[in-house]
Nanobody, 123 residues
Framework: QVRLVESGGGSVQAGDSLRLSCTASELKFSAYQMAWFRQAPGKEREGVAVISTGGTAYYADSVNGRFTISRDNAKNTAYLQMNNLRPEDTAMYYC?????????????????WGRGTQVTVSS
């Protein structure tokens, strides 16, 4: 059974940094696109970043230049480095994977999901 497990969330101050990790099991990790989504209370889930099997990354405009997505196929792990965090980044962050999906607009395109890790940024 495929599992995605996120870690690295926490409570920080504006301007701080966090690195999220997503470790996959029972998945041929190198063959899957990996993405990060987030959902704040009362809001829809939104795409943050996605990285292709070949290492090409795409970002939402709201995080471009502050967040960096990466992957380590040897460790079956994807990362989201978040710098210069803002209060509006506060959300539950979810890792998602799919063989084909490479977009940030349609979370329903992704097959596998983790349970999320909470990021809270205070001003």
């Amino acid at each position: 059974q495929v599992r995605l497990v996120e870690s690295g969330g926490g409570s920080v101050q504006a301007g701080d940094s966090l690195r999220l990790s997503c470790t996959a099991s029972e998945l041929k990790f190198s063959a899957y696109q990996m993405a990060w989504f987030r959902q704040a209370p009362g809001k829809e889930r939104e795409g943050v970043a996605v990285i292709s099997t070949g290492g090409t990354a795409y970002y939402a405009d709201s995080v471009n230049g502050r967040f960096t997505i990466s992957r380590d196929n040897a460790k079956n792990t994807a990362y989201l480095q978040m710098n210069n965090l803002r209060p509006e980044d506060t959300a539950m962050y979810y890792c998602a994977s799919d063989r084909n999906a490479l977009d940030l607009e349609f979370p329903q395109s992704y097959t596998y999901w983790g349970r999320g890790t909470q990021v809270t940024v205070s001003s």
